[in-house]
């Protein structure tokens, strides 16, 4: 164990390096966790961010989809609402449709009736009247007894 | 139990092993006036001051070249985004030295951490040394420089020279900034004025002075003592044939704890007394 130059090898070694170290091997590396450190807390900030936003996203989304719901099932119920107008609708003019056709036809037998009647009621005069010649042998003046034969056949 | 009468038979070349593993390869200036390598101890100590230890200064070189130099390479490379393995590792180690830093030293000097992890690694690269097999690296440069009986000391830290070296760059440091922070009146008054006030300065300056020079013996010569110590078993160890395998194994072990463990102490004592240089309240 003896002292000698190597103390002053070493102290200069010594200063050298530290020096080297505190040149270029300090700064760059304490820059670069530096910026790590910061890159880091942007990135974590940014997940933060983004989750905030997903979950205002998902809500909105929620939301809307319950908006849609409610609309679609509005929009039925008109719809149902609608249909079923239209076929009480559809009845009620079919209902008048029936009743109008029953009321015509009802009138054209009425008429018919009638007719027959009227028809009969000539023929029915006529054959009076002709009976009657028969029985009385000669023709009846006609229109003598136009009265008479008329009330006769309105009695038929 | 076997292999101590084998020691004791050996006694004279297992102490002759031991001397030789702790001699240095010195370079000076021989006493009739050359200069060249000692080839033995007593002629490394009668060369005096002016010569120098070539193997424990070319290791403490190589390796703080190999720290800076891992260091400039991962930078080259070295990327804000997501971290390599190199430098991943080497920002750990700088993490946690700036923890440190910031945890104990309260000045502001940007000086401090880039010294911190110098003699953080740099220091740690050295005891490192110390987990080679004794003998690998001195029969290495026996067998490259053709000499069998060349000396060569592995392990840097159990060089004086260079923990020395290391505390007195600390030292100079520490006398630096006390003198910058607190004036030359108020460094020297610390010595002078404390703890006991004006009236007690002889008391003071004896109270005073051996814990500033403390500083500098808990500096150099514990990692020296650790390594040295270490250092000596592991030689020791190398000597009881086949049983030093688990015994190696085991105080290896030991001293990955010793290696990292000294070289933080090493940076954290450096750090606390840069601390001090910068309190102005004693």
Redesign the interface.
């Known amino acids: 164990m003896n002292l000698n130059a190597t103390i002053i090898g070493q102290l200069i070694a010594f200063a050298v390096f530290v020096m080297f170290c505190m040149k270029y091997v300090w700064p760059p590396i304490t820059a670069i966790l530096e910026e790590r450190q910061k890159k880091i807390a942007e990135g974590l900030e940014a997940a933060e961010r983004a989750q905030r936003d997903l979950n205002l996203a998902q809500n909105k989304a929620a939301d809307e989809l319950r908006a849609a719901k409610q609309q679609g099932a509005e929009l039925i119920e008109q719809a149902n609402k609608r249909a079923n107008q239209i076929i009480d609708e559809a009845k009620d003019k079919a209902r008048l449709e029936g009743q109008r056709l029953i009321t015509a036809a009802q009138a054209e037998i009425e008429m018919e009736t009638q007719r027959a009647r009227e028809a009969l009621r000539a023929q029915v005069a006529a054959i009076a009247v002709a009976g009657a010649e028969k029985i009385l042998g000669h023709a009846i003046d006609q229109a003598a007894n136009e009265e008479l034969m008329n009330k006769l056949a309105a009695e038929l | 139990m076997a292999n101590s009468h084998e020691v004791v038979e050996t006694t004279q070349t297992a102490s002759e092993y031991v001397q030789h593993h702790l001699g240095f390869l010195?370079y000076?200036k021989h006493a009739d006036g050359t200069w060249g390598f000692a080839h033995s101890v007593e002629e490394?100590?009668e060369?005096?001051?002016?010569?120098?230890?070539v193997d424990?200064?070319m290791i403490?070189?190589l390796l703080?070249l190999l720290?800076?130099g891992l260091?400039?390479f991962s930078?080259s490379k070295?990327?804000?985004?997501k971290?390599g393995g190199l430098q991943n590792f080497?920002?750990i180690i700088?993490?946690m030295v700036?923890t440190n830093v910031k945890n104990t030293f309260f000045g502001k000097n940007?000086?401090v951490?880039?010294?911190a992890?110098?003699i953080f690694c740099?220091i740690f690269l050295m005891n490192a040394m110390d987990l080679i097999p004794v003998d690998i690296i001195p029969m290495f440069a026996q067998w490259v420089s053709g000499n069998p009986h060349l000396y060569f000391k592995a392990v840097p830290t159990t060089?004086?020279?260079?923990t020395?070296?290391?505390a007195?760059?600390v030292f100079i440091l520490i006398i630096y900034y006390s003198i910058k922070v607190k004036g030359l009146g108020g460094f020297l008054g610390e010595f002078a004025f404390h703890p006991f006030g004006k009236w007690a300065l002889p008391l003071n300056l004896l109270l005073e002075l051996p814990g500033f020079f403390a500083k500098f013996v808990s500096l150099a010569l514990r990692l020296y003592g650790n390594f040295?110590a270490g250092e000596v078993i592991f030689l020791v160890i190398g000597l009881v044939g086949y049983w030093q395998l688990p015994m190696h194994f085991g105080w290896s072990v030991f001293h990955i704890l010793v290696v990292t463990l000294q070289a933080y102490l090493f940076m954290m004592l450096t750090i606390v007394y840069m601390n001090q240089a910068h309190q102005t309240t004693h």
């Open positions: 010195t000076g490394a100590r060369m005096g001051f002016w010569a120098i230890n424990s200064m403490s070189l703080g720290f800076l260091f400039r930078i070295a990327t804000s985004g971290p080497l920002e700088v993490e700036q940007d000086l951490g880039p010294l992890l110098t740099w060089d004086l020279n260079i020395a070296g290391f007195i760059g040295f």
